[in-house]
């Protein structure tokens, strides 16, 4: 009896060394573009910017989110909109590359085509995910690296795999909070504790904003001149 021809599926991995370290501006612009985001708006997407250190750990110094629009089969990135941030960030500190993607929420069913998109602009890229609305009581921050499932020689989905993810301040941010901290504060806090914290403050001062600017729209509170030039 005659042996038919076998395909084998296989899995094509990205390196599995990777590790990513997330500055605390990164989470804080992300929560900030959440906030402002359009109102039918239900996640926002953006590029995150930094360098790959020489032990291999990709360093995520910047980010800035990018329109779009995402249905259950498919996705629009503004790429004209990305291409334009990223000229006007690398003008200013041209040691900045795209290292990959960030997304509020979880991974989607869009995250793969997203991904596909990054891939073009860097080998490699991560997938950070930042849980805004705390779910879990608490800031769940994810990063993800890829995998490529094919059929011989062609591609059919990608699975997303977690890499270790470090949240730390580097000395010169430990200088500065420490600096900034009230007197009364005896310890510095933990990293995820101190950036949690600091997040859910100034998603409450954003708040306070919208509420000032909203009240003044609708006439319910006269305006201040001086509380305009302030924001």
Not at 71 to 96: C, F, R
Not at 163 to 188: H, Q, R, Y
């Amino acid at each position: 009896m005659a042996t038919g021809q076998q395909t084998v599926l296989q899995f094509v991995p990205s390196p599995t060394s990777l590790t990513s370290r997330v500055h605390p501006l990164v989470i804080f612009n992300i929560c900030d573009s959440y906030v402002r985001r359009p109102d039918q708006a239900v996640r926002i997407i953006g590029t995150l910017l930094g360098s790959v250190l020489p032990d291999g750990t990709v360093d995520v110094r910047n980010s800035y989110a990018v329109p779009h629009n995402e249905s259950s089969d498919q996705v629009a990135l503004d790429i004209d909109y990305h291409q334009n941030m990223l000229s006007s960030y690398q003008k200013v500190n041209p040691k900045e590359v795209v290292v990959g993607w960030f997304s509020t929420g979880g991974v989607t069913a869009g995250s793969a085509l997203i991904h596909d998109f990054y891939s073009q602009e860097v080998s490699n890229p991560i997938h950070l995910t930042v849980d805004t609305e705390f779910r879990t009581g608490s800031a769940s921050i994810k990063a993800f690296i890829s995998f490529s499932l094919s059929l011989g020689e062609q591609q059919l989905a990608a699975q997303f795999q977690e890499i270790p993810l470090d949240l730390s301040l580097v000395e010169v941010e430990k200088i500065g909070f420490d600096v900034l901290k009230p007197t009364n504060v005896d310890k510095l806090p933990s990293d995820i504790e101190g950036m949690e914290t600091s997040m859910k403050r100034l998603l409450a001062l954003i708040e306070d904003v919208y509420k000032y600017v909203d009240d003044v729209v609708e006439g319910r509170i006269a305006p201040d001149n001086s509380i305009g030039r302030f924001l």
